[in-house]
Each structure stands twice: as structure tokens, then as C-alpha cells.
């Protein structure tokens, strides 16, 4: 028994061994966590700024902005859900090998719970906080804490064999290394969202409302693992003499403990002294002019709106620090629109600050370059229609160097997929509905003629009904008999590029007991 047991040992020891060294040799883990990259380099150069937190932080700020047009080197350390004691732990981490000498926390940390990690298959959103921590035993310790806190040992377990973990790796923590845009971002940390919200038709203004409401409910946040961890983590960095600022980024939402989270961190701040200022800008996306369109998802703003919050941000650093900000300095692409043109062209134009210089590049599907343009201020460019085998890209660069600092390019290179901008404004206003008892018929008016058309019919999530791309498909007839809730989805494509595909939920449709139907249109 005693050998079989010591044969286990040694064959599970062997096993992590050249598990663990292979993974090590086949996967670097720069194309991971390049944050963690930068901190744990050779002699890394001191971080002005480090923005902590989970997708919040590393979606809706921009270091570059504030790089370029304060003079800083700022940076990103933050992952997927990320909670507040793993916040906490990452900062133990870091400062063994770096002092940041400002720390701005963007406060959902606090709104994350076990129960939303484990919602939906995220427990691997767990983990990825501490990718790419070189020492097995700082990644061991913040292992037996997460394990201590959550209870998922097999999964921590295994993060223990390998130097990165599972999830990150084809999630959006991922890089294609000729992405250059992708690479300047991700070397900061910035993870830039490129859609515009389509599932919320809230204004700003009204969330601002809303927000500001709900904090009359006397109800106070409860105590928890958060709000213990925030305390030990303004705690140790007061001991580490590092000034905290606590931010909390624009939402297009007022459920959960938003409110309640802002009256808790107005008494952090007020009482705290590591805390030396605190802003909610959800509760002033009005001064800052965050629109609609500026949102990817209602936690996250896209590339645009990521721009226009960073800015505003910027200013109030700038106040709060002492450190001048011009914003002219700033290089870099603020929005981007397309066209259609009577001849069937398409222009392609970009918003451009003042400080940019653009240069336009069409390849083909083996990324030869077709054509380019010279580096000039003009910001349009009017080419024939291309499919996704053929991509726009563009350079930009700045029109003036800024003296000391050192970035990580000095251009940098975007694509643009034109026939995602033919589907663009497929919605439910192309939809003409005509129901007759149980019988309805959906019919798309969208007038493209470079689109094929399929549909889906759902009751309760499960498909009952697929009627498969065809051209010319515009119409759905269907007679809704059983009770339930129906959901009717219409779908195109591209004729040419079947890669390029647009989908809507066209209605919710409900069939009663006694046999009565109704509908509502999103």
C-alpha cells in the first residue's frame, strides 16, 4: 500500500512538473496579461498612475489620453469581474516589484459577488486576475485566498500548474501581435469596445437621474468581503504612502448597489485618509457629455465614448494632482462613420484631434497592400466597396514629438471592416408584423439587395422553428397554437460574404391559456 501510494505521488509531482514546463515553453505570457509583463520586468520605470479594478476600468479609460496629454507613463492592472479583495491581493502582488506613485480604484469592484462570478460559467473570470504572475508563490497565495474565499479547489488547483490560465487565453485578453492598435492598447491595459449599444434605449441624462434618486434608500450597503477587502486595501496603501483615488465610470444602468455603493464610498472618502478624492461620474455623465452611442453595453462604453470619459478624466486629474493637461497633444481617432455613395463607393471618414496626422491603407485577403494614402490631416477617403476578405486600415501618427516621453509606437494601425457598415442599420423599424387571430407574418423591408434572410422562432429560448438563408426569404408566416412565450428572430447576410451576418429580434410574442395572442416589438 505504502509503495502504490509513493508511486501515486511521485506520478502526480511528474505530471505538474512537465505540465507546467511545457506550458511554459509553448504559450508566453505576454500575450496574456502584458500589464503584469511590464511590472515584473528588468528594472520597469516608475508607473505615475495605476488604474485598478475588473472590466470597468480597463474598457472605459484610456491611458494614452492621459500619457500624452499629461506627460505621465499610466497603465491598466485589471481583469474580467474582478472583485475587491482580489484587487486587494493584486496590490500585495505589485508592490514587490513596483510603487506606483497614484492609484486610481474604479469602484465596481465593490458590486461584483460571488454569486455574478458564478452566474452564466464565469468561475474561470476568477482566476484571471493574477495571469501572468511570474512566482509561483505570490500565484500560490493568492490561489489559497481565493480558494479560502470562494471554495473552487479543483479550479485553483489547476491554476497552479500552469504559468497562465485557461480562460484569459481565448478571451479578450488575447492580442494578435501584427494588431498594432490592439498592441499599444494592450500594453496599457486598455481593452477598446468598437460597438455602440443596441439592447438599451435609456439616455445618459435619465440613468444620471435614476442614480441619483435611488441614493435616498436608507438601506446602507451591506457589510461584506468587499468592503473589508476596500478597508486593507486603502490600509496598506497609506502604510505604502500612496495616495487613492476612487472613481466610478459612466453606466447606462441604476439596478443593483450602484447607489448604495456611492453613499458608501462618499463616507470612504470623507473618513479614509488614503482617499484623497473621489468622483462619480455616472452621476454627471450630463456636465461630461457622455451620450447614448457612446456605450458598448450598459457597463461599458465603447472606443468613442472610452475617448470622451478619458478626456474629462483627465481634467480632473489634472486638478487634483497639480499637473498641467493639454489635450492638444493627445494623437489619436475619436469616431469613425461611413457612407454610401450614389456611384456605390463608400466614403470612410474619422474624427482626428488635433494633433493627428492619418494615413489610409486598403489590402487585399493576403494582407498585400492594394493602396495607401500619404500622412496628412485629411480625414476621408472614398474607395469601392470591399468585402471582409478585404480590409481599410489606417495609420496615425502625431504632427509633433512630446519631449520625454517614450511610447510604445510611434504609429499606430486600425481595420475597418466596410460591409459590417451595410448591415449596420438593420433594426426592427424594417419589420412590417400582420396578425390575423394566431397567424402572423413578419416581413423585412430591408430594401438591400446584397442580403439573404433567415429566421428563427423560440419558445422559451429553445428553437421550434429555423427557416435556413435564402435570397429573397423576406417574409415568415407562423401560427402560434401552444401557450408560452415566443421570441421571432430575423437574421441576414451578406450574398457575397457569408462571414458578414446582422441579426434583430423582431418580436415577444405571448399565447395565454384561453388561447389569446399578443405581441410587443422591442
Known sequence: MKRLLKDAV??????????HLLEAATFDPATTSSTWKYIQGEDPEPIDILFMGNSHAFCDINPTIINQSMGLNTMILGSNSQPMDQTYENLKILLHYVRPKVIVLESNALVVTTDSLYAGGNEGRLFSNFDSIRSLIYRAGDVVHTVRQYYKWPEACYQLMRPTNTWTRFRDHTVDPDDTEAMVNFVLGHHPRNNIIRDSNDE??????????????????????????????????????????????PVLYYENELPKVANFMDEVAASHPAVKGYRNFSEEMSVIGTEHDDFSDKGHLNREGACRFTFALADWLSSELDIP????????????????????????????????????????KDDKIVSETDYSAKNSIEIPRISSKNKLFYRICPKTAIPGCDYPFSSIEYNYMH????????????????????????????????????WYVKKNKQTIKNVKYAYGRASLRHEFTDPGNYTIYSYIRLKEDHDEVSSVLVAEITVEEDGSVSYTVP
Open 10 to 19: 511521485i506520478f502526480v509531482l511528474a505530471f505538474v512538473i512537465i505540465f
Open 204 to 249: 445618459p441624462a435619465y440613468v444620471e437621474q435614476k442614480l441619483k434618486e435611488y441614493r435616498n434608500d436608507p438601506e446602507p450597503l451591506a457589510p461584506s468581503a468587499s468592503t473589508r477587502a476596500l478597508y486593507k486595501f486603502l490600509d496598506l496603501a497609506e502604510k505604502e504612502d500612496i495616495p487613492v483615488y476612487i472613481i466610478k465610470t
Open 325 to 364: 493637461c493639454d489635450a492638444t497633444k493627445v494623437t489619436g481617432v475619436q469616431n469613425e462613420t461611413f457612407e454610401e455613395l450614389p456611384n456605390g463607393n463608400f466614403r470612410y471618414s474619422v474624427d482626428l484631434t488635433d494633433n493627428t496626422l492619418i494615413k489610409f491603407i486598403v489590402k487585399d
Open 419 to 454: 460591409d459590417e457598415g451595410i448591415l449596420a442599420d438593420f433594426s426592427t423599424d424594417d419589420f412590417y408584423i400582420k396578425q390575423s387571430g394566431n397567424v402572423f407574418r413578419f416581413t423585412n423591408n430591408y430594401d438591400r439587395n446584397e442580403v439573404e434572410y433567415s
